[in-house]
């Protein structure tokens, strides 16, 4: 008799903690109903409205965003030193346009070794005006054919650009006569 009192009270139990979940479930459904509805009254609005849809919006606001990114435009990307001495340190001012249509906002210049340093417009350029970016290459310790580069970090499209330079180093001879390639 225990036994069965025991056993009806787990199975009151069970049978009370299904109900509870299945109408939560009920409760659920209807709520997302209610939501998927709802969601479906705003789409319609939108595309009721509008001439296009909803999705065609979203990619035309990001067209829209990436045309309005700066663009850099360099007159020249490459400089040809020619030859230099060992131990001279050359520079080269490499001039651009800004022709995007945001202002260009140059964040960091970096070189592909250490004897290249930098300096560059650092306030933003207007939409069709000019900036420029000086490399100066210190050859000391070098010998022979150099190409280096930079790589500019900027609000444009893929976010950097490479510029570059190259040069031969001479070496004097060790009687002090006129450096050789």
């Known amino acids: 008799m225990k036994m ?3 056993i009806g009270t787990f199975l009151i139990l069970g049978m009370s903690s299904l ?8 409760s ?3 709520s ?7 969601s479906a009254e705003i789409t319609n609005t939108v595309t009721d409205d509008a001439s296009t849809p909803t ?18 435009e360099f007159e020249e990307k490459q400089h040809d030193f020619g030859n230099i001495k060992q131990g001279e340190t050359v520079d080269h001012t490499f001039k651009f346009t800004n022709t995007g249509e945001s202002p260009l906002l140059i964040t960091n210049v970096k070189g592909s070794c250490g004897c290249t340093a930098s300096n560059w417009t650092k306030e933003p350029v207007a939409p069709g005006a000019d900036g420029s970016v000086t490399l100066s290459f210190n050859s000391t310790g070098k010998v022979g054919a150099q190409n280096k580069t930079a790589t500019i970090t900027a609000n444009i ?8 330079f190259k040069g031969n180093v001479e070496t004097p001879n060790a009687n002090g006569a006129p450096y050789k390639k």
């Open 4 to 6: 069965n009192k025991i």
């Open 19 to 26: 109900f509870v979940a299945c109408s939560g479930e009920k």
């Open 28 to 30: 659920s459904e209807a």
């Open 32 to 38: 997302t109903d209610e939501t998927s509805s709802a």
């Open 55 to 72: 999705t065609t919006e979203t990619k035309t606001e990001n067209t829209e965003v990436a045309a309005a990114l700066a663009a850099i």
């Open 157 to 164: 499209e893929g976010n950097t650009t490479v510029i570059s």
